[in-house]
């Protein structure tokens, strides 16, 4: 699987650089997406014929972090056509990355979890498609774990998306629960901003609850790499919770005793 997922991540990890260049235009940026998608089909079609890849990167485009593209490409096309992958599923992560470049507010709640649906759920369905799983059960477990995880990045990372000019917790949650922009300026957790961190908290493990069957779904080393993962994105929320997300406090990350915890946790794990 290895060569595999190195290929999927390539991908994904050089688009996102695309995306994220702060200093670049953002018209800019999404020239490069674009560029990226283009020699995405040139990889599909070429996976499925005799054509080849082109995997080069004009100077402009380039995002001068040193990787080969062409070598990205081909590595790609083979995982593709091996794996038979979708390529739906790489066009979800450029459309998501695309909507990096010029969305930086949600409006509800149903917004941001299309969001994740193709920011974070098709590199779930990617890994077990390269595993050999197609199915739907599995595939809604993953989307729901996936989702889980992206949500409590958000949540732990408020303060420094914020300082970037990007606030994921959805306007009309802030609105209900009178969580104001300016208290996240001067660093104030106020009471507003602890009621609506509680409820997306909860939809949050929610989620996590409904993607657990994907780690007792799959086999052999990827079931083991799927619940130490599920336990350390748990982990994290359940220190926000106890800390009632307060990351001006202190922002919650795993240590060497969460260590302890999650491995406990996972020597103990019982199917449900």
């Known amino acids: 699987m290895r060569p595999h997922i190195a290929a999927i991540y390539a991908f994904a990890r050089t688009a996102d650089d695309f995306?994220?260049?702060?200093?670049?235009?953002?018209?800019?940026?999404?020239?490069?997406?674009?560029?990226?998608g283009e020699r995405?089909?040139?990889?599909?079609?070429?996976?499925?014929?005799?054509?080849?890849?082109?995997?080069?990167?004009?100077p402009e485009e380039a995002p001068g972090d040193g990787v080969d593209h062409r070598a990205v490409f081909l590595a790609?096309?083979?995982?593709?056509?091996?794996?038979?992958?979708?390529?739906?599923?790489?066009?979800?992560?450029?459309?998501?990355?695309?909507?990096?470049?010029?969305?930086?507010?949600?409006?509800?709640?149903?917004?941001?979890l299309d969001y994740c649906r193709r920011s974070a759920n098709p590199v779930g369905r990617l890994v077990l498609r390269v595993a050999g799983y197609d199915e739907?059960?599995?595939?809604?477990?993953?989307d729901c774990f996936c989702t889980a995880l992206q949500l409590t990045n958000f949540w732990q990372d408020l303060e420094r998306d914020h300082a970037a000019g990007r606030i994921y917790v959805p306007a009309e949650d802030r609105t209900v629960c009178g969580a104001l922009e300016s208290d996240l300026a001067g660093?104030?957790?106020?009471?507003g901003w602890q009621a609506v961190l509680e409820g997306v908290g909860e939809r949050?493990?929610?989620?996590?609850?409904?993607?657990?069957?994907?780690?007792?779904?799959?086999?052999?080393?990827?079931?083991?790499?799927?619940?130490?993962?599920?336990?350390?994105?748990?982990?994290?929320?359940?220190?926000?919770?106890?800390?009632?997300?307060?990351?001006?406090?202190?922002?919650?990350?795993?240590?060497?005793?969460?260590?302890?915890?999650?491995?406990?946790?996972?020597?103990?794990?019982?199917?449900?």
């Open 19 to 36: 995306a994220d260049e702060g200093d670049v235009a953002p018209q800019v940026r999404l020239r490069r997406l674009d560029s990226w």
């Open 40 to 58: 995405l089909q040139r990889s599909v079609d070429s996976s499925i014929g005799d054509g080849a890849v082109d995997g080069g990167a004009t």
């Open 76 to 112: 790609l096309s083979n995982t593709i056509r091996v794996c038979r992958l979708p390529v739906g599923l790489f066009e979800d992560l450029l459309s998501a990355f695309r909507q990096d470049v010029g969305t930086h507010r949600y409006e509800s709640w149903d917004q941001l």
């Open 136 to 142: 739907a059960a599995l595939d809604h477990a993953s």
């Open 187 to 191: 660093r104030r957790l106020t009471p």
């Open 204 to 272: 949050t493990r929610a989620l996590f609850d409904q993607g657990r069957g994907v780690c007792d779904g799959v086999s052999g080393r990827l079931a083991m790499e799927l619940r130490l993962t599920w336990l350390g994105g748990l982990r994290i929320l359940e220190r926000l919770e106890q800390s009632r997300f307060d990351v001006f406090a202190q922002r919650p990350a795993l240590g060497a005793r969460d260590g302890m915890v999650i491995l406990w946790r996972t020597l103990t794990w019982r199917r449900r």
